[in-house]
């Protein structure tokens, strides 16, 4: 309790929970501001010298943009520089060969947005379909749309036809496994740091002389980690809320789905879009993120625990440090190892390895386990708990015996011989 | 109270502790001395369960010494330690949660200790906002918020000014008084002959000496004897003649001197006196007993020209 108020209660905690999300939702606000509009409207001139668009454009949703056609060349730096044209933000330059070399330069004079460039080339492509279609096909324009769709060439498993697999779900999945070794890394030096700090300005003497020391670092390792769930939870509501918010209020034609692929946006972005919100259950998966999550910190405490108990100086700490940073990098490695090799043994292997597991479990969890094999979930579940429950028990040993020592090298004979004393 | 038994422990090859039993009474102010690396700190730990022995046991009130006892046990450690960004008040409460106690017991504890050191002003102030003697008197208060039965202090008065060391000793009586036992290692011998009632020398981890201060300083008494008189110096030396040797001599003033006086063959201390009187006029004369400091420097270089 004492480190969870300690924590909890401090400036930095208050300040990092606040300023965080909001610096996650500016970033956010800009990514897309930048994307949306500059301008409310702007006017393009179309220059078309032999008149293949016939002084006609394909109607848009978006009344934004404002076409006027002209039907003499223009010379970039009369269009740049000259009186007549200022009026216009951008120029389209329609040459003689379009319809065959499909090549179109658009002079602006700010750099549109990337919805506004969208909305050109949709607009400016869908009159060419039209004049395509017209000219040396006798299908209508929608006829001729649905043949110049690309190929789809979905891969699907042999074993499971109906299986509802993605490399982008994947790499969701990986995605969270990477935010869980984020939280697991940065509280877990917020363990270290504590103990050693405990350890250094000697107050833990009297602490074990009143507490076991297996209680100490226990109740060090979950006060860290609830403070942790709740900076994560503060984090996720002021986030959602946000987005929320932007979505409703200032975005409210950037996110909707429906909005994108009338604009023209590719299948894969699309396949994305519906993969966030149609696809990946994140209710089921939250929660398992969260069983990972807290296991998983619980498996990796007990190491940073152990650590910062065990080294004399600083500079010891440093040393064994990295190779632990080195099983949590391995760790990341073997989700994204999953996500290219699924079935092989080792991606086997990796699913149950207690180090391995919380990430190569939320990539299998968002890709979707084969009918059947759900249990394998809890069973990898069930080696992490296990695993805990062993690690924190020998970190235990190596926390009582290590923490009073001061001033001593680390050596790998002193662990063992630590190891063994109960 | 507590019945130390045959305590070893080992590390590795080297004997912290080798078969040492103490026992402390109810009550009492026990002192635990010996050079440093003797094992004192190692059986400190023992008792406070930090650190479990190879053989012996501890005994608490007669039963075996067990984690619960621990709340009836105050610990002040040698090396002094607070958290820095906590204030006072809360190091009274988070120590004293530790130990069993209610926000209100701790409350009225801390109003107690800090109106009598009179550091009301320090409640709300954080540990790095205080000179290292404030924290150390913050430690000593957490070490006793809860009225343990039995108090260790691993050197209590090191850090101390003189006037906080004659505070901390006041305030150990008391604590005797009403019935505490105390169990203080320190190399301050000074302190030890004030306050302590019984003491143990521990030396190269096996417990060499142990009683009373006073029948210790008298069991090793030398037969000699300070004399503060007035007259001349001269007339001192010639009355003291071949019975008696002049060990050392303070000058008080022009004509007043202690002179420490060592007695040869069968004299006694009437015979000095016999001899004095008449030659010098006397105003005081009483026995000097080894000090605790002597005594401690004697029994260990007794003891290393034994190992040698």
């Known amino acids: 309790m004492r480190e969870l108020r300690e924590r909890i209660g401090s400036r930095s905690f208050v300040v990092m929970a606040l300023v965080g999300p909001i610096l996650v939702l500016s970033l956010t606000y800009l990514l897309f501001a930048i994307g949306e509009n500059k301008q409310q409207s702007w006017k393009v001139l179309i220059s078309d010298p032999r008149g293949i668009m016939e002084n006609k454009i394909m109607p848009g949703e978006d009344k934004s943009i404002q076409y006027s056609f002209v039907s003499d060349y223009i010379e970039i730096a009369d269009f740049a520089s000259g009186k007549t044209y200022q009026d216009f933000d951008a120029m389209v330059e329609v040459n003689e060969k379009i319809i065959t ?178 696809r990946i259950q994140f209710s089921s998966m939250i929660g398992y993120f969260l069983l990972f999550f807290a296991v998983g910190y619980l498996f990796y405490g007990a190491f940073f625990a152990a650590l910062g108990a065990v080294t004399g100086s600083e500079s010891d700490g440093q040393q064994f440090l990295l190779p632990l940073i080195a099983l949590l990098l391995f760790a990341l490695y073997s989700g994204y190892y999953v996500l290219n090799n699924p079935e092989t043994q080792l991606a086997q292997l990796y699913h149950y390895l207690p180090f391995t597991a919380p990430v190569v479990v939320m990539v299998k969890l968002a890709v979707g386990y084969p009918e059947g094999e759900g249990y394998q979930l809890f069973i990898s579940l069930l080696i992490l708990l296990v695993s805990a429950f062993a690690v924190l028990s020998l970190a235990g040993r190596l926390y009582k015996n290590g923490i009073l020592q001061f001033g001593h090298s680390v050596r790998l004979k002193q662990l063992f011989q630590w190891l063994k004393m109960k | 109270m507590l019945e130390i038994q045959q305590i070893t422990k080992r590390y590795q090859r080297k004997a912290a502790l080798d078969d040492v039993s103490l026992s402390l009474k109810t009550g009492e102010i026990f002192g635990l001395l010996g050079p440093n690396g003797a094992g004192k700190t190692t059986l400190i730990r023992v008792i406070n369960r930090i650190i479990e022995p190879d053989h012996g046991t501890v005994r608490f009130k007669g039963d075996l010494l067990k984690q619960k006892h621990l709340i009836h046990i105050g610990y002040l450690p040698e090396e002094r330690g607070l958290y820095k960004n906590m204030t006072v008040e809360a190091h009274a409460f988070f120590f004293g949660a530790l130990r069993g106690m209610t926000k209100s017991d701790i409350k009225q504890a801390l109003d107690y200790w800090l109106n009598r050191f009179d550091i009301q002003s320090w409640r709300k102030k954080r540990i790095d906002e205080l000179s290292k003697g404030m924290a150390q008197k913050v430690q000593f208060i957490c070490a006793v918020l809860h009225e343990p039965e039995l108090l260790i202090l691993d050197e209590p008065f090191s850090g101390f000014d003189p006037v906080n060391v004659e505070l901390i000793k006041q305030e150990l009586v008391e604590m005797k008084a009403k019935g505490k036992t105390i169990l203080i290692s320190t190399h301050n011998m000074r302190s030890v002959e004030e306050i302590c009632d019984r003491v143990a020398l521990i030396h190269q981890s096996k417990k060499i000496m142990e009683g009373r201060v006073s029948e210790l300083q008298e069991s090793a008494r030398v037969g000699e004897y300070a004399v503060k008189f007035r007259g001349t110096m001269i007339a001192f030396v010639n009355a003291l003649w071949t019975g008696f040797e002049l060990i050392d001599k303070e000058i008080l003033g022009d004509d007043r001197f202690v002179a420490r006086v060592k007695m040869r063959g069968d004299n006694q201390f009437e015979d000095l006196l016999k001899v004095l009187i008449g030659t010098v006029k006397i105003e005081a004369a009483w026995e000097v007993l080894p000090s605790m400091q002597e005594l401690f420097i004697n029994a260990v270089s007794v003891k290393e020209e034994i190992g040698k």
């Not at chain 1, 004049?131 to 979905?154: E, G, H, V, W, Y």
């Not at chain 1, 969270?176 to 000697?202: C, D, H, P, Q, Y």
């Not at chain 1, 226990?218 to 932007?246: E, H, R, T």
């Open chain 1, 101 to 278: 070399n499909k090549l179109s330069f658009v002079f602006y004079r700010e750099k549109p947005s990337l919805n506004m460039t969208i909305n050109i080339r949709y607009q400016i492509e869908r009159r060419l379909e039209e004049i395509l279609a017209a000219k040396f096909t006798k299908l209508s324009a929608n006829d001729f749309r649905k043949i110049k769709q690309p190929l789809q060439m979905p891969f699907k498993n042999a074993y499971d036809p109906t299986e509802q697999s993605s490399d982008l779900a994947g790499w969701v999945g990986l995605f969270f496994g990477a935010v869980i070794f984020v939280f697991i890394f940065l509280f877990g030096m917020t363990i270290l740091r504590s103990v050693s700090r405990e350890k250094s300005n000697r107050i833990v003497e009297i602490l074990v002389a009143t507490v076991h020391p297996r209680a100490l670092m226990l109740g060090k390792i979950i006060g860290v980690g609830l403070s942790a769930f709740i900076q994560f939870f503060v984090w996720a509501v002021i986030i959602s809320f946000g987005l929320y918010l932007m979505r409703e209020t200032v975005f409210v034609n950037g996110y909707d789905p429906a909005n994108l692929a009338q604009n023209g946006t590719s299948v894969a972005y699309n396949e994305f879009v519906e993969l966030i919100f149609e």
